[in-house]
């Protein structure tokens, strides 16, 4: 009896599907290839030498990449919002450590963290990894 307990509890759980709420949505955003090095003593980038400041930097990843200075450490995001298609307006508009998006929505997150601001969304920035040596970061994904 036990084992004929077993097997049809065996079988309701591998015939359940998954809600499509649960389907992850955030694949608007393709993977390129990014490998950037930046100079910290370059005039560009000298403002990412104090916390909380931000560069972008344009024709990497999707729509270009923020890189922000998060104290000390340093992150750097797809400068395109994860949660629409690209377009002309998922472009993010960086004002102080905040970006939004263009469109109706105008979805926003933090450049300190990845995270939606405001509103609860299904993805977060796309965010790419740093690697910090000397006065130089490389930035890859």
């Known amino acids: 009896m036990k084992k004929l307990i077993f097997a049809l509890s065996l079988l309701l759980l591998t015939n359940c599907k998954k809600s499509d709420d649960s389907i992850n949505n955030c694949n608007f955003l393709t993977d390129f290839g990014v490998n950037r090095t930046i100079s910290l003593n370059l005039p560009q980038y000298s403002?990412?030498?104090?916390?909380?400041n931000?560069?972008?930097?344009a024709n990497e990843g999707n729509a270009g990449i923020y890189v922000t200075n998060v104290?000390?450490?340093y992150r750097?995001?797809?400068?395109?919002d994860p949660n629409h298609a690209p377009n002309t307006c998922s472009f993010l508009n960086i004002n102080?450590?905040?970006?939004?998006c263009g469109c109706q929505d105008e979805n926003q997150y933090n450049l300190l963290t990845g995270t939606?601001?405001?509103a609860q969304l299904q993805c977060a920035l796309q965010e790419y990894r740093v690697t910090v040596n000397g006065s130089e970061l490389t930035i890859t994904n």
Request: proline share 0%; hydrophobic share 40%.
């Open 54 to 57: 931000s560069v972008y930097i």
């Open 47 to 52: 403002q990412l030498q104090f916390s909380t």
């Open 76 to 80: 750097a995001y797809d400068a395109a």
């Open 71 to 73: 104290g000390g450490n």
């Open 96 to 100: 102080g450590t905040i970006v939004t």
């Open 116 to 118: 939606a601001v405001g």
